[in-house]
């Protein structure tokens, strides 16, 4: 067969400036998002002129919350600045809608304060996206805004949607399965590659997110057999902003990879470049987004979204100490009179403790390197580790050897602990496997589908 390439991008929840982020509520909100707000509309911008002269594919993929949250103007715009691109480039443009891009009634800021601008619904995302991928599918579902694309004359792009009309991460019912399976086979029949792109990963990023309910797609495991078992061996995900490449084998030893790739306006921000380079191997890497027009304050593009990110985990922290209501809901906590008084002396204890007063809480040591630090620096560094990829607080190094100590220590509190799906868990490898990449590089690798 012959190669092909392709741009991958994902989450670029593009926001219409003029309809408000600005103020001091918006800030107070920015204090806790990873991702970017007003500076949404010139990333995008600046990503997409990138892309018009980036000569090393002339296909390019997004899988997923194209507006920021479903704002009628902000998906009006996206949509014109995707028919420009694909008009100017002569580039092909696949994309899948997701909760994002669908909302009755999205926020903005403006000096007054919070308030809302008009809403999208979702039987209108195919008036916005239907020149991207819908209307010239070899097969659609309309129920699920769901087709097949001729990506080249051997390989078939399957996009699946997951966040329909009335509901968001819905699991598939055998209906919707047996249409994918149909669509598979057909592909195996006609002689097709096929690759798989959706909204939500397939397969946790990290496998600490196993442990979050809409962090993978729902029911996953008869997504992943359908798929792999039917001869299609690699999707390609958004969603949770991590950059993260992993691999299951099903019951049946057929492979399964799923590609997830931070977002296009937050920390990590990265696109892939991808290489089908024949049926059994693909060849992945990543690029950085280009920097953007706005004020960075000197900042590159790069390290500004780095501090935005930073920047919501010391909040966290923060908040702990002097606003523990707002930490616990943003943590998945259900308040109490007693965690409100509990909270704070855990805040202010931690904003002043080293590692290795952290570490002698647990009745462990923390390396000598790195006893000295202070601890808040640590956890903001380790947690975005997490989200970049290829995570590097491994064995025998120093963080990561006393990391795991502590995750030692605390793994007979979580001997019964489970993952979203119900399946059973080990507290101590998925925390080993969170803070440390031990598998494939999540940026640049070549992966071998059979």
């Not at 209108?124 to 990506?151: I, P, Q, R």
């Not at 590609?259 to 892939?272: D, E, S």
Request: net charge negative; proline share 4%.
């Amino acid at each position: 067969m012959k190669p092909l390439r392709f741009y991958l991008i994902t989450d670029t929840h593009y926001f219409k400036r003029s309809l408000g982020a600005y103020g001091a509520e918006y800030e107070d909100f920015m204090d806790g998002d990873q991702k970017c707000f007003a500076e949404t509309q010139a990333i995008n911008e600046a990503l997409f002129e990138w892309l018009e002269t980036a000569d090393q594919a002339d296909v390019v993929l997004i899988a997923g919350d194209l507006s920021f949250n479903g704002e009628k103007e902000s998906n009006e715009a996206f949509s014109k600045l995707l028919h420009d691109f694909k008009e100017k480039s002569r580039k092909k443009v696949y994309v899948v809608t997701a909760g994002h891009d669908f909302n009755d009634a999205p926020f903005c800021f403006r000096e007054s304060g919070k308030g809302t601008v008009e809403g999208t619904k979702f039987p209108e995302l195919y008036s916005y996206y239907g020149d991207f991928g819908y209307k010239d599918a070899v097969a659609f579902n309309a129920e699920h805004l769901s087709y097949v694309a001729e990506l080249s004359e051997d390989v078939r792009l399957l996009v699946l949607c997951n966040d329909v009309d009335e509901k968001k991460h819905v699991a598939y019912d055998d209906e919707f399965l047996g249409w994918i399976e149909s669509q598979v086979k057909k592909a195996q029949a006609d002689g097709k590659m096929m690759i798989a792109m959706e909204h939500y990963p397939v397969l946790p990023g990290q496998p600490l997110f196993a442990l979050i309910g809409d962090a993978r797609q729902a029911e996953s495991q008869k997504l992943i057999d359908t798929l792999a078992d039917n001869g299609v061996h690699l999707i390609f995900t958004g969603h949770m902003h991590n950059q993260s490449i992993n691999m299951v084998e099903t019951a049946k030893h057929n492979k399964f990879y799923d590609v997830c790739t931070g977002a296009a306006i937050g920390w990590p921000a990265f696109l892939r470049l991808v290489t089908v380079q024949d049926a059994e191997t693909v060849k992945i890497e990543s690029i950085p987004v280009p920097d953007f027009d706005w004020e960075t304050k000197n900042c590159p593009g790069e390290e500004y979204l780095k501090k935005q990110f930073e920047r919501m985990i010391r909040t966290l922290i923060e908040r702990m100490e002097h606003d523990p209501e707002r930490f616990m809901r943003k943590v998945n906590i259900k308040p109490s009179p007693l965690l409100k008084k509990v909270f704070p002396v855990i805040g202010r204890k931690l904003s002043k403790m080293t590692v290795g007063g952290f570490a002698r809480l647990l009745l462990v040591k923390a390396d000598p390197q790195i006893k000295d630090d202070s601890f808040v620096e640590f956890a903001v560094s380790f947690v975005r580790s997490v989200f970049e990829g290829n995570q590097p607080y491994v064995e025998g190094t120093p963080g990561g050897d006393t990391l795991l100590r502590v995750f030692r220590r605390l793994s007979p509190f979580f001997k019964k602990l489970k993952g979203s799906q119900g399946e059973p868990l080990d507290f101590y490898e998925i925390m080993k496997h969170t803070v440390g990449n031990y598998g494939i590089d999540d940026y640049n690798a070549v992966l071998n589908l059979k």
